[in-house]
Structure formats: C-alpha cells, structure tokens
C-alpha cells in the first residue's frame, strides 16, 4: 500500500492511498495515516487507487476519523472506487466516513 500527503492552498490536507488496504496494507499505513489525520482538522482521503478493502483498512479509517471529530476536525473520502464505497455502505458507518465524488467536494466538506 502506498501513501502520500498535499496540503492545498485552503490548508486541507489529501491523503492519497494506492493499493490493497487489508491487512498488509493495513499495518504498512497505519501509524502514518494516524498521526497525519491526528494533526489536522481537514483531511481528505483520496481512495480512487484503492483496489479493495478488508476490516483491517476500515478500521483504519473509523479510528483516524473519530479521532479527527473528537478534535472538531473533518475528515471525507474522496472518489471512493465501487468496492471501497460499497463496504463503507454495508458496514453502516457512512454517517462516520462520508464520501464525496470530487476532490473539490471534499475540501468544501471538509473545511465546511
């Protein structure tokens, strides 16, 4: 699994994910991924080269985006590939990991 980090000009900050978010994938992003999304209050996870997802990866998620609300923070997926989006849905936590089609969406969700 692949990670990378931008700041746009508004200060939100995109997280773009490549790869396979399951377990290996996981662990190989996990404290990463937490300590960026610790440290800001607008993030947007770019998911569009994310190819699959197992519970490992959504915990990774639902972890980094309570952690972000209980700083008054907000974090959004972004271009959620068709997998990505349907196991967000089927596990009931889109109220938790919104999503949202555009990067540009994302940065009004989130600095909304």
């Not at 978010?21 to 999304?37: K, L, P, Q, S, Y």
């Not at 998911?47 to 972000?68: N, P």
């Amino acid at each position: 699994m692949h990670i990378s980090f931008d700041t746009l000009p508004s200060g939100a900050t995109v997280i773009t994910l490549k790869g396979r978010m399951d377990v290996a994938g996981a662990g190989a992003i996990d404290v990463r991924f937490a300590a960026v999304t610790a440290a800001n209050r607008a993030v947007i996870v770019d998911m569009a080269e994310v190819e699959y997802i197992a519970s490992m990866g959504l915990r990774t998620l639902i972890m980094a985006a309570k952690s972000a609300a209980s700083k008054r923070g907000r974090m959004v997926i972004a271009r959620p590939s068709e997998m990505v989006a349907t196991v967000i849905a089927t596990a009931g936590v889109e109220s938790l990991l919104p999503m949202v089609e555009t990067l540009e969406e994302g940065e009004v969700f989130v600095l909304a």
